[in-house]
């Protein structure tokens, strides 16, 4: 299997849903992704792509590298741009992100892929983290994962595993270890 991690810097699985209702629908209605509800920031985007904490990570940087980012087959894009001054602008990208995934589809090249759609945290400044519901959204990341039909069907098992897992909390760790057993299959 291949993995394709799509990641947006900094944005909230509320402010997702409120500013980019277009591509959320795709990847829910068109693409069939199974969203964790309780997706929790621990730690940061390292732990997402190695398994450690921040200071495990760098500690033991010469000697156990072992995250799945030397994987040859696992491709990741992670943005920060239109997240990272103003959340503002999330809305407009949109569109771009809908598009994207369109085009994504349209190719037909994802049949040996699992598409991993996610963020890392939420909003980490400006006016909305004065708010009490701001605070909330810093620790709610969101995370989709879009598997080819017949990977459903030959894996209903872990399918049904990730369905229950939907309304347990989960964090970067969890998810670093189903990548990881994603890339074994
Ligand atoms: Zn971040």
Redesign the pocket.
């Known amino acids: 299997m291949s993995v394709l991690m799509i990641g947006i810097?900094?944005m909230s699985k509320q402010h997702f849903e409120r500013s980019m209702p277009k591509t959320r629908n795709f990847l829910l209605e068109k693409m069939g992704a199974i969203e964790l509800y309780k997706y929790n920031k621990l730690a940061?985007?390292l732990a997402l792509l190695t398994g450690h904490t921040p200071e495990e990570f760098y500690k033991g940087w010469h000697y156990n590298r072992t995250g799945y980012v030397d994987q040859i087959n696992e491709a990741f894009l992670f943005t920060?741009r239109i997240t990272h001054d103003d959340s503002d602008l999330a809305y407009r990208g949109d569109e771009a992100y809908h598009k994207f995934l369109q085009d994504l589809v349209a190719t037909d090249s994802l049949d040996n892929t699992v598409i991993v759609w996610f963020s890392?945290?939420g909003p980490r400044f400006g006016a909305i983290r004065e708010t009490y519901h701001g605070r909330i959204e810093t620790s709610a990341p969101y995370i989709f994962f879009v598997f080819p039909p017949w990977f459903k069907r030959t894996y209903p098992q872990l399918i049904s595993t990730l369905k229950i897992n939907q309304n347990r909390l989960s964090s970067h760790f969890a998810v670093y270890e189903t990548i990881r057993d994603l890339l074994y299959l």
């Open positions: 810097d900094g940061n985007v920060a890392d945290h």
